[in-house]
Each structure stands twice: as structure tokens, then as C-alpha cells.
């Protein structure tokens, strides 16, 4: 038998990156990723459904300390997710689950320890040791959770480009379609980000029933521990090749000298030089989430998806409140009630892939101008939208009023509280998708794109040749609208609570569906089409007149320069939104390569 060594006289065969598995292996890869975000729901929900006996054992009826406990762990959540998310790209993701997991296996044992008899209320130790275990789960799992969505990215890529693109004709060279698309993951991922709180709280409320409230705890170890095993058999989506990025390096005079590997894909995609030490590329994770929020779309929209996953969470506890309360019911079946968020949310699913409402059913468009044809049909983008976004605040409101307790009937508030579910997870996917498709620049970075793209860009942009595949600005921006969902969240469970001793669960729950719906109007404002822009400059199709636009254009085509034209446009102008007209948009980086946006913001040439 001949035993092969290692050689550097021989070539290897290196493995394939994650958009280059088998559909299998991405399969199994991307269900440990789902998994992995449906426990942090688990862990909040069990938390959540112990409260009212944890506040027994501690003697903490009349103060509610107790609810302070998720409270610290989503804003532990909140910090390390908005600081370390770029992290990753420069170590790999494994590292970083693997070790959050075996961290926050054993912080819950003392919790357990603290919740396992009863205490003296005069002992506030026991309670600050609860809330101090509490805080640093959140803050040891966020770095886990930055890896979540991300392994869905680095499988299927960031677009939804797989068949029917959205107001675009199919291209099969487009760089945006490789991996495949998302598809029905994304649905399966925004179901498991909201859903699994509704099946904690569940458990939650069935153990403390017969069993102290320590076996909640004990649980989440068994659960953290079947994951641990999960994520260690799991394939790793960025090894140590693929987290490397590729540098030019000129001289003064532009002269090519070499090209060296750089590492840490943020801090390359806002200038030329990559990050010397890991605080460089969190700082430059901090001032790319910052860019994102400073454009008005994008801000309305992170605050309207932060502010769904809060409704969810006080809607969770505000139903099991009811059902406790009003309606006497015992543990396990309040419990039952509540879970029929997750299954309203599953039910809406296979919908979030679009093919019922999707243009299949339809005769495809010959050019890019016609997808924004003026007719609306039951199949259009436009109908979806507003379905999935006005009907969630009205079906807020709707169980708001159905939440008055006795003597209307108990199932009324548990159907209604269902079709906030199912409509939460269908506005959580098409929001996703809208910023997929608004930031995605995958095919407009430097060393994608063919010589004339590379001439169209500014030198120091020119002078950097990138193999990107983390989508820096879809991750900053899905990581912004985690982080404000994780405080809205924080701040609903213990406003929530408040609100509800002193106004009644019934009106905390239509202040916040309020709130929604201004948050709606807001974003339907953002994405409604409302201003005819300039994406193609005015000679590409052929239009020729004396002016010094012309003589500079001509100038650019001696130099090899050609202008980038997106699908198959019929036209020079496009119908564009609030969101879209953002400084780090999609269409807003075409308009730079084709010189009709300056670099430093002022107008065009054509």
C-alpha cells in the first residue's frame, strides 16, 4: 500500500467553496444553520415561560426582577452581534460557534443552582447571580449568532437570482446566481428566528407545571449539547482559504508591481488595505453598519423588521398572560395556546418562495422596463407587499381587540395571535429579499468585472482586485436590523410588563400595533417607485450630439471604457425608491460606474 504525502512539487485539489457543494451536502449544512438560530428562540422562550414560577422560588412577586433576566440576554445578544459580526470572515465561523455553544453550556448550571429551591427574599445575591449568568449567555452566544444567516449566504449566495429575478431578465453568466439562490431557506430560516420562541415558551410553561424550575435549565444544556454535537460533525461554509482576499499593488505611476493576500473582507471592501489586527475589521464592521443606517430607506426598513420580532416576543407573553389570567388555564395548555404562533408562522412557509404569487404563472417579459409595466395583478411584487406589510399591523390591532378576556371565547385571541405568526414570517422573508436585491454588488466589485468596469472606477477602487463572499453590505445591513430587534425586544419585555400591570395587556398590545402601523406607512413611503432616474448615460444606445458630454464620452471609449448596462434595459432610465436611491444601493454604485453619480455625491455628466 502507498501512502501519499504532502508535497509542493505536487498539485492538490483544493475543496470547492460552499456555493460549489452538492445540493445535498448544502441541504444537511443548511438545516445545522436553522437549528442553530431556532435555539437561541428556545433558550429565550423557556426563560419566558418559567417567569411566573421563578418568581415564586425567589420571592419576587411584588419587584418582577425576575423578567430583567431576558431582558440582559437580549441586550448581551444585541452587543456582540453589532460589534464581532465581522469577525468571522477573518477566523471562520466554526471557531466561533463551536466555542460560544461550549461557553454557554455550563453558565447554565448556576442558574439552574440559583432556580433550584426556595429562596429567602432577602437574599438579593441569588437573583443578582440569576441576572448576571443571564447577561453573559447573551453576550457568549451572539457570537454565534453573527454565523447563522451568514452559512446560508456562503451556500446560496445573496440574491434571489435562481429563476425568476425580480424586474430583471434571466442572465445565465450573472455573477449574482452562483450558489443558486435562497429560495424556500429563506422562509425556513425567518419561520425559525420567531417561531422557536413560541415553542420555548411552550416548554417553558409545560415544565413548571410538575417539575421545579430548574429542569428548564437542565434542558437548555441537553439542547446546547445535541447542538454542540451538530455543529462539530457540520462542514465548515468559509475555510481558511476562502478568507482571503486578493490585492494589487501599484507604484506611483500606476505600474502594476504585485499582488498580495490580504485578509478581512470589510475593511477591504471601504478602502485598499486590508486590517493588520482583528480590531481594524471590527472597527470597519462599525462604520459599514453605520453607512447602512445613515440612508433613510434603509433605516425605515431595519426599524419596521426589528420592530416585528419585538411584537412577536410581547405578543408571546401577553397571550400566555391572558390565558393564565383570565381564563385560568393550567401551565401546559396555556402553553398550547401559545404555540399557535409557530404553527400560523410555519403554515406560511412555502409562500415565502413565491411560486403562487410569482411571475410563472404569467408570460415572462422580453426587457428589464417592462417588470415595471403599470398594471397590477394578483401576481405582482407590489400586491405582496402590501398584503404582507398593511395586514400584519391590522391583524395586530385585530387581536388586540379580541384579547379583552371573558367572556368572549378564548380561541378567538389564539386564531388571531396565529395570523400574526403567519404574517410576521412573510414580511420578515420578502423584507430580506427586498435587501438582497437593493444591496447586492457581488457582480460590480473589482475583480468580477471585465475591463471596462475596472476603468469606469475610481483609482483607489481600481487598484484593489477582490474575491468578496460575504456580501459586506446585505450582512451589515441584516446585522443592523438584528441588533435593533434584539433592544426592541429587551425593551418590550420589560416595558411590556409594566405597561401591562398598569394599562392592561389589552392596551400594550395596541400601542405597539400602532406603532407598527406607522412603521408600515414609513416603509411602504420607502419603497414606492416615485422618481424616473438616469441609469445608462445618454450615447450607449447609439444618440450622438455636439456637446462636451459627447467629447467626453468619446474620450472614455479610447480608453477602453464602455458603460455597464444591467439585463436587457429598453431604456435610460429607471423608476427608483427612497431605498433605492441610498448611497450604497445597488443602482446607486451603477450610476458611479457610469459617471452619472460623482464620487463625492454631486450630480452626473449625462
Known amino acids: ?194 417561531g422557536s420562541v413560541a415553542i420555548g415558551f411552550q416548554i417553558g410553561a409545560a415544565i413548571i407545571e410538575n417539575l421545579t424550575p430548574d429542569w428548564g435549565f437542565y434542558i437548555t444544556v441537553i439542547i446546547l449539547g445535541v447542538a454542540l454535537l451538530l455543529n462539530i460533525l457540520a462542514p465548515e461554509t468559509r475555510r481558511s482559504a476562502n478568507r482571503q482576499s486578493i490585492t494589487e499593488v501599484y ?82 395548555y396555556v402553553g398550547a395556546g401559545v404555540i399557535s404562533i409557530a404553527i400560523g408562522a410555519l403554515l406560511a412557509v412555502p409562500l415565502t418562495k413565491a411560486g403562487l404569487f410569482s411571475r410563472e404563472r404569467k408570460t415572462p417579459f422580453r426587457t428589464d422596463s417592462m417588470t415595471f409595466q403599470k398594471q397590477v395583478t394578483w401576481s405582482s411584487h407590489l400586491v405582496r407587499r402590501i398584503i404582507f406589510t398593511l395586514a400584519l399591523p391590522l391583524m395586530g390591532i385585530a387581536y388586540t ?60 477602487d481600481r487598484r484593489r482586485r477582490t474575491n468578496y463572499s460575504s456580501f459586506p453590505r446585505i450582512t451589515a445591513g441584516i446585522f443592523a436590523s438584528q441588533t435593533l430587534a434584539f433592544v426592541f425586544a429587551a425593551v418590550a419585555t420589560e416595558v411590556g410588563g409594566i405597561m401591562t400591570r398598569r394599562m392592561g395587556a389589552q392596551a400594550s398590545t395596541g400601542v405597539t400595533a400602532g406603532i407598527l402601523l406607522a412603521l408600515t406607512i414609513l416603509l411602504t413611503a420607502v419603497l414606492w417607485r416615485y422618481k424616473n432616474v438616469q441609469v445608462i448615460p445618454n450615447y450607449t444606445f447609439g444618440t450622438k450630439r455636439d456637446s462636451r458630454a459627447w467629447a467626453e464620452f468619446r474620450e472614455l471609449e479610447k480608453k477602453d471604457w464602455k458603460p455597464v448596462v444591467i439585463g436587457n434595459p429598453s431604456g435610460k432610465v429607471r423608476r427608483m425608491s427612497v431605498l433605492e436611491l441610498g448611497g450604497l444601493s445597488r443602482w446607486t454604485e451603477i450610476r458611479k460606474l457610469n459617471f452619472l453619480v460623482r464620487r463625492d455625491g454631486g450630480g452626473g455628466w449625462w
Request: charged share 15%.
Open 251 to 332: 507604484d506611483r505611476d500606476e505600474n502594476f508591481i504585485a499582488r498580495r493576500v490580504k485578509r478581512g473582507e470589510i475593511k477591504l471592501h471601504l478602502g485598499p488595505e486590508g486590517p493588520k489586527y482583528w480590531f481594524e475589521e471590527v472597527w470597519a464592521g462599525l462604520k459599514l453598519t453605520t453607512m447602512m443606517m445613515c440612508q433613510a430607506g434603509f433605516a425605515v426598513l431595519a426599524f419596521y423588521l426589528g420592530w416585528i420580532y419585538a411584537q412577536i416576543v410581547l405578543v408571546i407573553v401577553l397571550l400566555g398572560s391572558l390565558l393564565s389570567r383570565d381564563y385560568r388555564w393550567y401551565p401546559r
Open 1 to 194: 500500500m502507498r501512502h501519499h504525502t504532502f508535497s509542493l512539487h505536487r498539485q492538490h485539489r483544493r475543496q470547492p467553496i460552499a456555493r460549489n457543494w452538492e445540493t445535498s451536502k448544502k441541504r444537511i449544512t443548511a438545516t445545522i444553520a436553522c437549528m442553530n438560530t431556532s435555539l437561541l428562540g428556545i433558550i429565550v422562550g423557556i426563560y419566558a415561560g418559567e417567569v411566573p414560577r421563578i418568581q415564586y422560588v425567589l420571592a419576587d412577586e411584588q419587584h418582577h426582577h425576575v423578567i430583567v433576566g431576558n431582558v440582559v440576554l437580549y441586550f448581551g445578544l444585541a452587543i456582540t452581534t453589532l460589534v464581532f459580526w465581522p469577525l468571522p470572515l477573518l477566523h471562520g465561523r466554526k471557531p466561533y460557534i463551536l466555542g460560544s455553544l461550549a461557553i454557554a453550556l455550563p453558565l447554565q448550571f448556576p442558574q439552574a443552582a440559583v432556580v433550584g429551591v426556595t429562596r429567602s427574599p432577602a437574599y438579593a445575591r441569588f437573583r443578582a447571580a440569576l441576572l448576571v449568568a443571564r447577561a453573559v449567555t447573551g453576550l457568549v452566544l451572539g457570537f454565534a449568532n453573527v454565523n447563522f444567516v451568514t452559512t446560508l449566504l456562503d451556500l446560496f449566495g445573496a440574491s434571489l437570482q435562481s429563476k425568476n429575478p425580480h424586474q430583471e431578465i434571466v442572465l445565465a453568466s450573472d455573477v449574482r446566481r452562483h450558489g443558486g439562490g435562497m429560495g424556500i431557506w429563506l422562509g425556513i430560516w425567518s419561520w425559525c428566528w420567531i
Open 401 to 460: 381587540v379580541s384579547s379583552a378576556g371573558r367572556p368572549k371565547p378564548y380561541l378567538v385571541p389564539i386564531v388571531f395571535a396565529g395570523a400574526v405568526g403567519f404574517l410576521s414570517v412573510l414580511a420578515i422573508s420578502e423584507c430580506h429579499g427586498i435587501i438582497m436585491e437593493t444591496f447586492d454588488t457581488c457582480d460590480l466589485q473589482p475583480g468580477v468585472n471585465t475591463r471596462h468596469r475596472l476603468q469606469s472606477m475610481a483609482v483607489q
